[in-house]
């Protein structure tokens, strides 16, 4: 077959499925603009939610930001005028911290930074004597899908049931924290916790057989060392 021969039939065949689609678009013109449209709308939505987030995202993050600064605040020393940024007491800086905690917590719930939000509100509420509150909003941020900051607000949660007596419901915590530890509660902590709950509670048999367990296992380590001045009473 010759050159000229097999670009005439390239061409025949082109033509035949260049007819063939068009004769297909003319029948199907309505769906094809309506998929279109729905294609259209639907990557619209897309980027406009990805924009959304990171506006919201960015946002939140500022906030939150801007309320860790004010609860790092300086405490005035003796004399000191009271500039912006400096308080007069820790009571005074965890109130103000705790109004930006709130409402952070409040208008960026849904977003990763709402939820640390809800764990510094309650963390400053109970420097503050607030446990209602305090409890409220840590058990928020105990709930989120993050562990490591799930059981800071576990930890915190526990020290608020053990100082409004109780300590059972202390106890099933620091259990979970022992079963279930993260880079933020470590088995030692949550462990050291549960002993000095003991303690304080008169049931100094459990008490040593966990400070025991802790000074044994962390021979090494500061939380050892803490168990083993536990064991000779120096704390």
């Known amino acids: ?6 670009h005439a039939l390239k061409k025949d065949t082109f033509a035949q499925a260049t007819a063939t ?27 406009g939610g990805l924009i959304f987030w990171n506006v919201r995202t960015t946002a939140a993050d500022t906030a939150l930001g801007a309320a860790l600064d004010t609860y790092g605040g300086t405490l005035a020393q003796p004399g000191q005028p009271l500039d912006a940024g400096i308080y007069a007491t820790a009571a005074d800086r965890s109130r103000a911290a705790n109004k930006e ?4 917590a ?35 941020a105990a709930g989120s899908w993050n562990h490591e900051l799930s059981n800071l607000a576990k930890l915190a949660l526990a020290g608020v049931y053990q100082q409004t007596v109780r300590n059972q419901q202390a106890i099933d915590i620091y259990n979970q924290l022992i079963a279930k530890p993260s880079e933020t509660v470590s088995v030692n902590v949550a462990q050291l916790d549960l002993a000095d709950l ?23 380590g500061a939380a050892g060392n803490i168990a083993t001045q536990k064991l000779a009473g120096k704390q």
């Open 106 to 140: 409040q208008q960026y719930g849904w977003l990763p930074e709402g939820t640390k939000a809800h764990y510094f509100a309650g963390i400053t509420y109970q420097e503050l004597g607030q446990t209602a509150s305090a409890e409220t909003e840590l058990k928020v």
């Open 198 to 220: 003991y303690a304080a509670a008169g049931n100094q048999a459990q008490a040593k057989a966990l400070w025991a367990k802790v000074k044994d296992g962390d021979k090494d």
């Open 101 to 104: 905690f709130v409402a952070v």
């Open 1 to 6: 077959m010759d050159t000229q021969t097999r």
């Open 21 to 47: 689609s068009v004769g297909w678009l003319s029948g199907h013109r309505s769906s094809v603009v309506r998929w279109a449209i729905v294609a259209v709308v639907v990557i619209a939505l897309v980027v």
